[in-house]
């Protein structure tokens, strides 16, 4: 394939994935009771979850913000009863981070509201689009890996 076919798919591919993020969370969005969550927190209380105890110096780190900027973020979170901080034993001036039961809640009912769309748009697609999205999955998971890796400059 020639190097401006392959930029040409590579912009496409692009733009189609932030495509479908945007809309699946503005559809989402519309049916949402309580106050929206900004990206950044959600983005870190998806962090804090995957890795509890997780400092804030590494969550920044990993999510490329400043340390302040994540300590607001989880100031913010602990005021709205979604994180709890605990300082760290081996460390009195560090802090763990850990989701509370409200976050697993809500953050619960987002995933499954976002897998039932997804099912849902996918189930009507014909059987062909179906098989295809299908085996792109292991591909999209090294396209994800690869530019985690690259990010953390491994």
Known sequence: MAERDQAKEANELAELLVGVQRLMRRRLRQDLTGARLPGAQVELLRLVRGR???????A???LHL???SVSTLVNQLVAAGY??????PRDRRAARLTVTEAAQQRMGEWDARRSELVR???AGLPEEDRDAL???LPALRRLTEGLHNELEGT
């Open 52 to 58: 509890p105890g997780i400092g804030v110096a590494a």
């Open 60 to 62: 920044a780190r990993e």
């Open 66 to 68: 400043a340390g302040n």
């Open 83 to 88: 994180l709890e901080r605990e300082a760290d």
């Open 120 to 122: 849902r748009h996918v």
């Open 134 to 136: 299908a085996a792109a």
